[in-house]
Every structure is written in C-alpha cells, then in structure tokens.
C-alpha cells in the first residue's frame, strides 16, 4: 500500500516569498491533516479536511496560509507571503475516519508523509 | 481548551537503561491515546491505547493507558541507541478525527 506522499521534501525562500506545498493522502482516506512542526515542538494542526470540505481551520493564519482539497483526493498548501517564523515541516497526514463512524477503534491511526521542511531566509 | 502533556521533555540515558515516558491529557470526547516514534521523518505509529489498564507491548516497548486518571506511560527495557528519537503522544477524540498533539519526549540513548 502507498503512503502519504508530500513535495517537495525541501524548500529555500525568502521572507515574502510565496510557497506551495503538496499531498497525496492514502488511496481511501477521508480525513486529511496539514500540520505544522515548528522545530522542538510537537505537530500543530493547521487544517483539516474531510473530503474536500474544511472541518477545521481554527489555527490556519487566512492571512498568509491558504489550503484546498478541490476533489477530495491531494491537497495544497499555500504560504504567501512567507515569513522567518514559518520556517517549519510541513507534515501531510491521513486516516480512514469519517463523520458518524463513532467509536471505531479500527480506524484510530494517523498515517504521516515525509514532510515538506520549509526555511525562510 | 484540549491539551496534552509530556513529562519529561527531553532525557538522556545510557544503552541498557530502562526509560518511562510520561503523558497526561485533557480532552473532551477522548477515545484513544496514540504513542508516536519521530526520528528525522515523519512520526512512526507505536501504539494504540482505548482500554483502561491493558497493557500493549512490542518487543523492548510497552505501554499502558489509565482512563481514570488520565494519563498513559510508554516503557523502553534495554535501550539502544536506535531508541533516540522523539516520542509523541496524541490524543484521538470518540469521532477518529481530532487529533491533540503533545509536545514530545526527545530521548537520547548514548552509546
């Protein structure tokens, strides 16, 4: 079975430049996770999908940071402008779980891409 | 507000020690705890914990879930210096869909 895949593994730019970044979750998973791990510090949430709606965006700076899931396979992320403090992995994750599958214990796991590892000169 | 502890942050022990990682959690709705490895790549899935006081264990790993006061420990027996990595712990929501990081535990393991 294919993993989570991300590109680019590796990205340069300077302050205010604009990035993307790209996902290809698991062949059948609903649920896809963009985060953000700034380094020393655990994955911070910063967008989720459920096939190709948003669930939840709450700590998604709109400003700057921009994600779609247009057909509810891959998904983008998008930073524009950047800035020094976005220097972070961008990490891709996926999972089967869908709305009213409560209390699936089958279907826990979070299966996470290689990351993308954004610094901002 | 949600939120996941882990206790120590940082820890380094010698090859053969035994380590316990600690992590306790405030969620609403919580259903699982998940034990994550992260060396340089993306986090590596360990375990899965949903019931109270059963103990899972693979290989020199082992870990165990306490729904009643809220917390969970991950063991390492016989450490090696492939252990050094970060472990993370997240808690998983009754739905499968929030999940709420911890800060992780950076274990180096010297030779």
């Known amino acids: 079975e294919a993993g989570v895949a991300q590109s680019p593994r590796y990205k340069i730019i300077e302050k205010r430049q604009s990035v993307a970044f790209w996902c290809n979750p698991i062949?059948?998973?609903?649920?896809l996770y963009w985060y953000q791990q700034i380094l020393g510090q655990g994955p911070k949430l910063l967008i989720q999908f459920q096939n190709n709606g948003v669930v939840d965006d709450s700590q998604l700076p709109k400003d700057r940071f921009s994600a779609e899931r247009l057909k509810g396979v891959d998904s983008t992320l998008k930073i524009q402008p950047a800035k020094l403090e976005d220097s972070a992995v961008y990490l891709c994750a996926s999972s089967l779980a869908s709305p009213g599958r409560r209390g699936n214990s089958n279907t826990g796991e979070l299966f996470f891409g290689e990351g993308s590892r954004l610094t901002v000169l | 507000e949600d939120k996941v502890v882990q206790s120590p942050l940082s820890l380094v022990v010698h090859e053969g020690d035994t380590v316990t990682l600690n992590c306790s959690y405030e969620v609403t709705n919580f259903r699982s705890l998940l034990w994550y490895k992260q060396e340089k790549k993306a986090p590596t899935f360990l375990f899965m914990l949903?019931?109270?006081?059963i103990e899972k264990k693979s290989g020199r790993l082992s870990s165990i879930l306490d729904k009643k006061e809220l917390f969970s420990i991950l063991n390492i027996t016989a450490t090696q210096t492939g252990d050094s990595a970060v472990y993370l712990c997240v808690s998983r929501d009754n739905y499968g869909q929030n999940f709420v990081f911890g800060p992780g535990t950076r274990l180096s393991v010297l030779p």
């Open positions: 062949s059948g998973h609903a649920t």
């Open positions: 949903t019931s109270s006081g």
